[in-house]
């Protein structure tokens, strides 16, 4: 199949690592990393595969300016943030919270890399479009041509930025001489598993696709996977049989964002055992997913793939206002 075009920003193919150390610790399958937080340094994580198609879309509409949004610590943002420096494009980042006089972490990336910033209360955020349109308005009186991207460059277009990287995962697998029983990832708004999805099923791959969500629940992406799938399948006219998507929602605790200790715990053993840094919001939940369904023999096999999709800079506001061994008991 013919791709759209794109933009290459990322540094791929990013390596797939066993965590020997860690499988041992758990006593379960073989668990290896795929390792998407390698895609770049400042612009690191799954968010940069998905920006060279829709930066591409972008350039080929004329845009001089980008618009997207997030939390405060959005790592989408600051990808979109660091790409659209590497491009020569204006950087208009929405972010939901109050303005901060000490940045940190990616909002301190998004500072450095020269985005302009509207901090939009809760209230106002859930009224998205008309924030774009404003932030769009302000950008066309100053002489830009702005461009909207939604949150996490989830859309028909982001999709493609995961199809190719299912089918560089495939080509990984035959090179590890693995067939892992599953691929399991972090599900945030979705476009990391719809691109997955999709690209697994163009290949009648047999993995199976587990998201932990993180915030919102099945029902959620049931519906948003879907509904990008089927815009995409339009788009570009293709027509697929996808497989059922697989989600579990009982590992999000107390919400988006909020880590429990055994969380924190878990990044620790992590870090210690294979020198691997994961993120409280993203990453450290799904990888804590992860360990309860070996752990409950839910999910059981020789190998199964873990996607690391960066995230690390959030970890600094998360965590260095608590002493670790606080944070962690
Ligand atoms: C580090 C990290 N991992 C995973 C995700 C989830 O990806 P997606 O938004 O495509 O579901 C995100 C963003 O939401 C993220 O920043």
Redesign the pocket.
């Given at each position: 199949m013919k791709l759209p075009p794109k933009i290459p920003l990322a540094r791929l193919p990013t390596p797939l690592q066993p965590l020997d150390r860690l499988s041992k610790h758990l006593g379960g399958p073989r668990i290896w990393l795929k390792r998407d937080?390698l895609t770049e340094n400042i612009g690191g994580?799954?968010?940069l595969r998905?920006l060279e198609y829709v930066l591409a879309d972008a350039k080929q509409h004329g845009a001089t300016a980008v618009i997207t949004s997030?939390g405060i610590q959005?790592?989408?943002c600051r990808?979109t943030a660091f790409a659209a420096a590497k491009l020569g494009l204006h950087c208009h980042l929405i972010l939901r919270g109050k303005p901060q006089t000490l940045a940190d972490g990616n909002l301190l990336l998004d500072q450095l890399l020269g985005a302009s910033i509207d901090y939009v209360n809760a209230k106002d955020f859930a009224d998205l479009n008309a924030c774009y349109y404003r932030a769009g308005e302000r950008l066309r009186e100053k002489g830009f041509q702005p461009y909207d991207i939604p949150?996490?460059?989830?859309n028909d277009i982001?999709i493609w930025g995961?199809v190719e990287a299912a089918e560089e995962m495939i080509c990984d697998f035959a090179d590890a001489a693995i067939d892992p029983v599953a691929l399991v990832?972090?599900?945030?708004?979705?476009?990391?598993?719809?691109?997955l999805q999709a690209g697994f099923s163009m290949k009648a791959h047999q993995s199976q696709l587990i998201?932990i969500c993180?915030g919102d629940n099945n029902a959620f992406?049931e519906h948003k996977v879907n509904q990008d799938l089927s815009a995409w399948q339009t788009r570009y006219d293709v027509t697929l049989n996808l497989r059922p998507n697989k989600f579990y929602d009982q590992f999000i605790g107390q919400g988006y964002g909020v880590a429990s200790a055994e969380i924190y715990a878990l990044i620790q053993k992590v870090a210690e055992l294979e020198g691997v840094i994961l993120?409280p919001?993203?990453?450290g939940k799904?990888m804590f997913g992860l360990t309860q369904l070996i752990t409950s023999k839910a999910l059981e096999g020789d190998d199964i793939v873990f996607?690391h999709?960066?995230?690390?800079f959030?970890l600094f506001p998360k965590m260095n206002r608590q002493p670790l061994s606080e944070l962690t008991q």
């Open positions: 937080d994580g799954n968010k998905k997030g959005s790592n989408h990808a949150i996490g460059a989830s982001g995961y990832l972090a599900v945030g708004s979705g476009g990391t598993y719809a691109g998201g993180v992406f993120d919001v993203y990453t799904a996607l999709s960066g995230g690390t959030g």
